[in-house]
């Protein structure tokens, strides 16, 4: 509720101060579309900190998979095999940051803290840095199609939200993650294979960044090694957990994440659209990470947890 409150609050101020464009058709869109790669991303975050993990190189899978994408297509002269080849890329680099925290064994943090900086300079290496144009129409209509009057990235992060309520809440497997985020050894004592468990759930969070890294090179139709180096991650744990999630593991809802996208994607339009200086934008997320911590430690100090 806290949250509805607050993106309500968010749009009535923004809408206050630029009532001429900020609640006109094309810029709510344009707000969609901006968080639709941030959206994937979170949701993904969202079942990675439920199991008692973090994922901090989302990012730099998202530039290593438009990189990997771009090669395949260009080498091959064909968009599926390029996208096929992105999308097994990304869930190539989740599986590897799952092995590392598992077999290390390494810290989550630390692991994909390491094989952030591995992973952004291989999408660098690919091509000395340089991006990689991307040609075909078939990527293009990702990019700039509509379907009943919203584009097909927006779509897309529909569809992207529905799968995971339905795997979060009606599997077996959704319930037994937050099992495993709650109690690892209560969980582990049920019979539940934590190991695989946990190179599962990296390996879903890199594919997920790979399908963010697809709606990115649609848009721009090329490689970006540098495209997501601009705090993706952060932002996508900044909404993880204004959305209830716990850093300790075993809470969090795909739904609650969602607001979360929502509200820091209404304030980087509105404080875009207020001219805003970039260096303060920054100022503000980051003390929207900080307030969001506060607020889940002072809520989980009074349940007494």
Known sequence: MSLLIALVVLLAIFGVLRPDVFFTPRNLINIGLAVTILGILAMAQTVVIVSGGLDISVGSIVGLSTMVLAVAAQ????IPIGILAGLLAGLVAGAVN??????????AVIATLGTMSAFRGLAYLMNNGNSIPITGDSLRALGIGTLFGLP???????????????????????????????????????????????ISIYAMSGFAAAVAGLVLASRTMSGQPASGSQGLELEAITAAILGGCALQGGKGTIIGAMLGVLIIGVLNNGMILTSVPTFYQLLAKGALLILAVIVQERQRARSGE
């Open 75 to 78: 080498e091959t002269g064909s």
């Open 152 to 198: 097909f990235a927006i779509w897309l992060l529909i569809a992207a939200m529905a799968a995971f309520i339905v795997f979060t809440r009606e599997t077996v497997v959704g319930r037994n993650i937050y099992a495993l985020g709650g109690n690892p050894t209560v969980a582990r004592l049920a019979g539940i294979p934590i190991r695989r468990y946990q």
């Open 98 to 107: 799952g092995l590392i925290i598992v077999y290390g064994p390494v810290n």
